[in-house]
């Protein structure tokens, strides 16, 4: 997280005790904002009259417009930045050396000024002497503290005591070397008006040449430091070194062709060539995501990169064809066809190429999220992946374990199974992006806030995961719809129970009992009728055995449906008492634990027709059965050691009860090997 989010975030509310901190804090930022202001005004004013002063002086001029372009415009800047962060030590130092740089050159200008009108500054000039010396060197500062006014770790605390105590010895070892002599040439000298002090001033060259060695090695200190960030730092911190790193490549570009530039052009060059390297840290400190800086990256090294490699295309391809047409007479017009012609051909797939290679070394992280989620498509179209591994993959490619992915079906958010999955309104310290196909959203993506700071990154990862997004929310929607059938089965098998409870009900309570009562009633005839007519009792009597069997067909058809004993007593009793009814031995291991009503129908169902079908089919000795919850399910087993070879048969009895298992979303499995007995297990979903 960057530093700018630990100043702002509370650890805690806000309490009235914290009102006074809170106040000194605020009175504190206030102050060093108004004194930033002041010294960065008073530098620019500082590089300003030295130009003043040098202008006379065609090369002084140009010195002290470097100085303005160094000094000034730095101290301008950095009370920008402080404006916006008072507190961050790295702007400070930043200002120190913006001074030292604009004092620098002020003192020059007066020591010149004075030597060139005759009368002698040595004090100006041997100070103008040793600010040149600490000026140099005080750039390190700024890159150890770059860009939270905090070093990279603990350990380079002793680095930053070595290189304040040097940086102070360098400006001692100066003062000790120039004041003693009073001789107005160290202005001269530090200017650049002479290449060579005078051999009594030998110390003076060897603490320039000393200073110059410290401050280029702790400049490649700086330039480690910043690098140990880049490779730690992360979202903000990360854009804002990729600022840095950015002008300072631009900055060195810039000076690299002024060393090869003269004239006019030497002198722009030397003043603009630091002016990149200040802007950029500006904006990576105060406003670091006004622009894309990885963007600005790979395109500023991609066509470099392009363009030096066509331009040595065209010279390596016009030599060798000028010089083969030389051989055979023909025109130079040949060898510069030629080369444009090979530089047009090989534009496109250089580009690409190098683009590759620019995306892989400066935007590895986004780079690595797409190979990431590319080689996840590949292994989804491979059929070695799934759709619900993708959460994984997305997870693993933004580097965000906490990230969230909901599909969106009818305007409604959903999971992978086709459940509702209800992300909630956007929190704070959370990202969401919606990803569409064809216009039409797919998914929402749920992110920590850290990776807004990455909008490439997370575009980019989302943009390769479109396509598993995609199918993933193609399996979510199917789920929808096999839910929705699963619900209207149970539905289907709930109301055929009710109604076959209601017909049980209604032949129990209804028909059985006025047949039970004529059957009565005809025997009581019978009896009355014996003495008068034994031709009429005889009827009666067969009446009376019709209704009976009548009855007892109604008992059996009551039984088939439900038996009453299930709803009143539940599965074990009634399991019990059907085992008692069968002509073999039936061993009985049922919890006596109560079910939904469609749960212990299904069981009824099942365990009725495993157990006739063991006396009917399958010749069996014994039967065990069983019914325990596991879980969130129940299960329901049924062994006999009968023959075996059963098999589900559409149409038979078998795929009925596998139906109705399925109707409840349940699981059916039979296993019969010939002569093997028969073992049918089924699995009911019934959470608590």
Same mark, same amino acid.
């Given at each position: 997280?960057?530093?700018?989010?630990?100043?702002?975030?509370?650890?805690?509310?806000?309490?009235?005790?914290?009102?006074?901190?809170?106040?000194?804090?605020?009175? #504190?930022?206030?102050?060093?904002?108004?004194?930033?202001?002041?010294?960065?005004?008073?530098?620019?004013?500082?590089?300003?009259?030295?130009?003043?002063?040098?202008?006379?002086?065609?090369?002084?001029?140009?010195?002290?417009?470097?100085?303005?372009?160094?000094?000034?415009?730095?101290?301008?800047?950095?009370?920008?930045?402080?404006?916006?962060?008072?507190?961050? #030590?790295?702007?400070?130092?930043?200002?120190?050396?913006?001074?030292?740089?604009?004092?620098?050159?002020?003192?020059?200008?007066?020591?010149?000024?004075?030597?060139?009108?005759?009368?002698?500054?040595?004090?100006?000039?041997?100070?103008?002497?040793?600010?040149?010396?600490?000026?140099?060197?005080?750039?390190?500062?700024?890159?150890?503290?770059?860009?939270?006014?905090?070093?990279?770790?603990?350990?380079?605390?002793?680095?930053?005591?070595?290189?304040?105590?040097?940086?102070?010895?360098?400006?001692?070892?100066?003062?000790?070397?120039?004041?003693?002599?009073? *001789?107005?040439?160290?202005?001269?000298?530090?200017?650049?008006?002479?290449?060579?002090?005078?051999? +009594?001033?030998?110390?003076?060259?060897?603490?320039?040449?000393?200073?110059?060695?410290?401050?280029?090695?702790?400049?490649?200190?700086?330039?480690?430091?910043?690098?140990?960030?880049?490779? #730690?730092?992360?979202?903000?911190?990360?854009?804002?070194?990729?600022?840095?790193? &950015?002008?300072?490549?631009?900055?060195?570009?810039?000076?690299?062709?002024?060393?090869?530039?003269?004239?006019?052009?030497?002198?722009?060059?030397?003043?603009?060539?630091?002016?990149?390297?200040?802007?950029?840290?500006?904006?990576?400190?105060?406003?670091?995501?006004?622009?894309?800086?990885?963007?600005?990256?790979?395109?500023?090294?991609?066509?470099?990169?392009?363009?030096?490699?066509?331009?040595?295309?065209?010279?390596?391809?016009?030599?060798?064809?000028?010089?083969?047409?030389?051989?055979?007479?023909?025109?130079?017009?040949?060898?510069?066809?030629?080369?444009?012609?090979?530089?047009?051909?090989?534009?496109?797939?250089?580009?690409?190429?190098?683009?590759?290679?620019?995306?892989?070394?400066?935007?590895?992280?986004?780079?690595?999220?797409?190979?990431?989620?590319?080689?996840?498509?590949?292994?989804?179209?491979?059929?070695?992946?799934?759709?619900?591994?993708?959460?994984?993959?997305?997870?693993?490619?933004?580097?965000?374990?906490?990230?969230?992915?909901?599909?969106?079906?009818?305007?409604?958010?959903?999971?992978?199974?086709?459940?509702?999955?209800?992300?909630? !309104?956007?929190?704070?310290?959370?990202?969401? +992006?919606?990803?569409?196909?064809?216009?039409?959203?797919?998914?929402?993506?749920?992110? !920590?806030? +850290?990776?807004?700071?990455?909008?490439?990154?997370?575009?980019?990862?989302?943009?390769?995961?479109?396509?598993?997004? *995609?199918?993933?929310?193609?399996?979510?929607?199917?789920?929808?719809?096999?839910?929705?059938?699963?619900?209207? #089965?149970?539905?289907?098998?709930?109301?055929?129970?009710?109604?076959?409870?209601?017909?049980?009900?209604?032949?129990?309570?209804?028909?059985?009992?006025?047949?039970?009562?004529?059957?009565?009633?005809? +025997?009581?005839?019978?009896?009355?009728?014996?003495?008068?007519?034994?031709? /009429?009792?005889?009827?009666?009597?067969?009446?009376?055995?019709?209704?009976?069997?009548?009855? !007892?067909?109604?008992?059996?058809?009551?039984?088939?449906?439900?038996?009453?004993?299930?709803?009143?007593?539940?599965?074990?009793?009634?399991?019990?008492?059907? /085992?008692?009814?069968?002509?073999?031995?039936?061993?009985?291991?049922?919890?006596? *634990?109560?079910?939904?009503?469609?749960?212990?129908?299904?069981? &009824?169902?099942?365990?009725? *027709?495993?157990?006739?079908?063991?006396?009917?089919?399958?010749? /069996?000795?014994?039967?065990?059965?069983?019914?325990?919850?596991?879980?969130?399910?129940?299960?329901?087993?049924?062994? !006999?050691?009968?023959?075996?070879?059963?098999?589900?048969?559409?149409?038979?009895?078998?795929?009925?009860?596998?139906?109705?298992?399925?109707?409840?979303?349940?699981?059916?499995?039979?296993?019969?090997?010939?002569?093997?007995?028969?073992?049918?297990?089924?699995?009911?979903?019934?959470?608590?």
């Amino acid at each position: 997280m960057s530093s700018e989010a630990h100043e702002l975030r509370l650890p805690h509310p806000v309490r009235r005790g914290d009102h006074s901190v809170m106040t000194t804090e605020a009175r #504190r930022a206030d102050v060093l904002r108004v004194a930033g202001w002041i010294l960065g005004v008073l530098g620019a004013l500082l590089g300003v009259a030295a130009l003043l002063l040098a202008l006379p002086d065609g090369h002084a001029g140009v010195v002290s417009a470097v100085g303005v372009a160094g000094g000034s415009c730095v101290s301008v800047l950095c009370a920008i930045i402080i404006d916006h962060k008072p507190t961050n #030590r790295a702007a400070w130092a930043l200002l120190a050396g913006g001074w030292l740089l604009a004092a620098d050159s002020l003192g020059y200008s007066w020591a010149v000024l004075h030597t060139q009108e005759g009368s002698s500054s040595p004090v100006v000039a041997a100070t103008a002497f040793v600010v040149d010396t600490v000026a140099g060197e005080s750039l390190p500062l700024f890159l150890l503290l770059f860009p939270d006014g905090r070093l990279p770790s603990k350990r380079w605390r002793p680095v930053l005591a070595l290189y304040l105590t040097g940086w102070a010895a360098t400006g001692a070892a100066a003062a000790m070397a120039v004041w003693p002599s009073g *001789e107005p040439i160290i202005a001269l000298y530090v200017g650049g008006h002479v290449e060579a002090l005078p051999a +009594r001033l030998g110390a003076a060259e060897t603490v320039t040449a000393a200073t110059d060695l410290f401050g280029m090695l702790f400049l490649l200190v700086g330039i480690a430091a910043v690098a140990v960030r880049l490779r #730690r730092a992360r979202g903000t911190g990360r854009t804002q070194l990729l600022w840095a790193a &950015w002008g300072l490549g631009v900055t060195v570009a810039i000076m690299i062709a002024a060393t090869a530039a003269s004239g006019t052009l030497k002198t722009v060059l030397a003043v603009l060539a630091p002016l990149p390297f200040y802007a950029a840290i500006t904006v990576a400190m105060r406003r670091h995501q006004l622009f894309d800086v990885q963007r600005l990256i790979r395109r500023t090294v991609t066509y470099t990169a392009i363009s030096a490699f066509l331009l040595g295309l065209y010279a390596m391809v016009a030599v060798g064809v000028g010089a083969i047409a030389g051989q055979v007479g023909a025109g130079s017009s040949v060898a510069v066809a030629a080369a444009t012609l090979a530089v047009a051909a090989a534009f496109r797939p250089a580009l690409r190429l190098v683009r590759a290679v620019v995306d892989q070394r400066f935007d590895r992280r986004t780079w690595l999220a797409v190979q990431a989620l590319e080689a996840f498509t590949g292994r989804l179209r491979a059929g070695t992946a799934a759709p619900a591994d993708l959460l994984a993959a997305l997870r693993q490619a933004v580097d965000d374990p906490t990230a969230r992915v909901a599909y969106v079906e009818d305007g409604q958010s959903i999971d992978l199974d086709g459940s509702p999955a209800d992300l909630g !309104d956007p929190q704070p310290g959370r990202l969401r +992006r919606q990803v569409t196909a064809g216009g039409s959203p797919v998914a929402v993506v749920d992110l !920590d806030a +850290r990776l807004a700071e990455e909008p490439r990154l997370v575009q980019a990862a989302l943009a390769a995961a479109a396509l598993p997004l *995609e199918n993933a929310a193609l399996h979510a929607r199917a789920a929808v719809r096999l839910a929705d059938v699963r619900a209207s #089965r149970s539905r289907i098998v709930a109301a055929e129970d009710s109604q076959r409870r209601r017909i049980e009900r209604d032949l129990h309570d209804g028909v059985q009992q006025r047949l039970v009562a004529l059957a009565l009633r005809l +025997r009581i005839a019978e009896r009355e009728v014996t003495t008068t007519s034994h031709r /009429a009792a005889t009827v009666l009597g067969e009446a009376v055995e019709e209704l009976r069997a009548t009855v !007892d067909e109604l008992r059996e058809l009551t039984r088939g449906i439900l038996p009453p004993v299930l709803t009143d007593e539940g599965l074990a009793v009634a399991l019990r008492t059907a /085992a008692a009814r069968l002509p073999l031995p039936v061993t009985l291991d049922v919890t006596t *634990e109560r079910f939904p009503p469609t749960i212990e129908a299904t069981c &009824w169902y099942v365990a009725g *027709e495993a157990m006739a079908n063991a006396v009917k089919h399958a010749d /069996a000795a014994t039967v065990r059965l069983s019914v325990h919850r596991t879980g969130d399910s129940v299960v329901l087993q049924v062994d !006999d050691d009968g023959a075996g070879g059963a098999g589900v048969v559409s149409g038979g009895g078998l795929q009925g009860l596998s139906d109705r298992v399925a109707a409840v979303g349940g699981r059916f499995t039979l296993t019969s090997p010939s002569g093997a007995g028969t073992r049918l297990t089924v699995e009911l979903p019934c959470a608590s």
